[in-house]
């Protein structure tokens, strides 16, 4: 063999993997001006929300991401979000937001609905997956939760009808439940996702449950590629502990998948590592996946050592739905390259490391 025809098989060795392609992926064309700066609205909100806010502002800058932030002071105690804020977002259509702390009784609403009802913001989704080197109970967990976000048990429609007796209103209409519905499947099929189970209560609440299935059962048949099944929602509890793993895409009520998907972010590792976001047809606001009204305990903010990694993510998630994925895959690849190599962990991971050593450990990964 001549040694011109070494030098090309050396040099095609080199620039392939195992499989003999080359490592790269094919091109994101841009538009042009697709690369201008956005401006995303950032709310810090209560508790650790500063501190794993502020973690996103530094792996951004370090980045050189296309985003800056027009940043807001809310917090949970007030009793609207402020009117300069609200026209912020609309003006941006994309929020970036830490915790906003809902008082537990009272008659202060949380501020987390009223952002989700005043823009819209119909779907919630949340995505719970194992991360490589995080050890869990299961294995192959990687769940989806897509959760309509305007209606149902927090519609806030409560009164007391006499002294001593409350009624609260759950509140389904044919067409939230059909536009959950809708984005659930369109979401399986844009991301190549193979089954959407509906998550409801029919067999008690026949009429308002039974609304949502019939709803999510019109839709199914538009999309005969993707496997559609029910399940009650004590059953799915149930089988979520068990065998996380047989649930792929899951579309559900309001309350069903707050608690649905609260319960998948802990079989997967935690909260603290589980990314989400609320979208509507014009907005859309990234946040913690799971317990976004959870702000944390004192003791973190004092210690300086609460989770970023659910915030880097849905940070990752934001830019993603900016079309930059180049920089979404690099934030993202650096924060499972950290999780991976186990050296800076929080207290909820198993570790001691502040939020500052995992943003600087983040930082020094990034490609």
Do not use: W
């Not at 915790?99 to 202060?108: I, M």
């Amino acid at each position: 063999m001549s040694r011109r025809s070494l030098t090309l098989l050396k040099n095609l060795a080199r620039n392939a993997n195992g499989s003999g392609f080359q490592t790269r992926s094919v091109t994101y064309m841009p538009r042009p001006g697709d690369g201008a700066p956005r401006a995303v609205t950032l709310i810090p909100g209560d508790g650790i929300g500063p501190l794993v806010t502020n973690a996103v502002e530094q792996v951004m800058e370090a980045m050189h991401a296309p985003v800056f932030f027009e940043k807001y002071d809310v917090h949970g105690e007030m009793s609207r979000v402020p009117a300069e804020v609200m026209e912020s977002i609309r003006k941006n259509k994309v929020c970036l937001k830490g915790g906003l702390k809902t008082p537990v009784g009272g008659g202060v609403s949380s501020l987390n609905v009223q952002l989700r009802k005043e823009l819209d913001l119909f779907a919630s989704l949340v995505n719970c997956f194992n991360l490589p080197g995080l050890p869990t109970r299961h294995e192959n967990v990687d769940i989806v939760v897509i959760r309509e976000n305007t209606e149902g048990e927090y519609a806030g429609l409560e009164h007391e009808v006499v002294p001593g007796v409350v009624e609260s209103l759950k509140v389904i209409t044919k067409f939230c439940s059909e536009r959950i519905a809708k984005y659930a499947f369109e979401y399986a099929y844009l991301n190549n996702r193979k089954k959407v189970t509906a998550v409801h209560k029919a067999n008690i609440m026949k009429l308002a449950d039974g609304l949502f299935l019939e709803s999510c059962r019109e839709v199914a048949k538009k999309y005969p590629s993707i496997t559609y099944n029910e399940i009650i929602v004590d059953n799915c509890c149930m089988q979520l502990v068990a065998k996380p793993e047989q649930f792929d895409v899951m579309v559900t009520p309001n309350l069903y998948g707050n608690l649905v998907a609260n319960t998948a972010a802990g079989i997967a590792g935690g909260t603290g590592v589980m990314p989400g976001g609320n979208v509507g047809a014009d907005h859309a606001v990234f946040e913690q996946g799971a317990s976004a009204g959870n702000v944390g305990k004192d003791k973190i903010v004092l210690e300086n050592k609460a989770n970023p990694v659910a915030l880097l993510l849905s940070s990752a998630m934001m830019l993603r739905h900016l079309q930059f994925p180049s920089f979404a895959d690099r934030l993202e690849t650096a924060v499972k390259k950290v999780i991976a190599e186990g050296k800076c962990r929080t207290k909820d991971l198993g570790g001691t490391s502040t939020t500052q050593e995992v943003v600087d450990a983040v930082i020094a990964k990034l490609d």
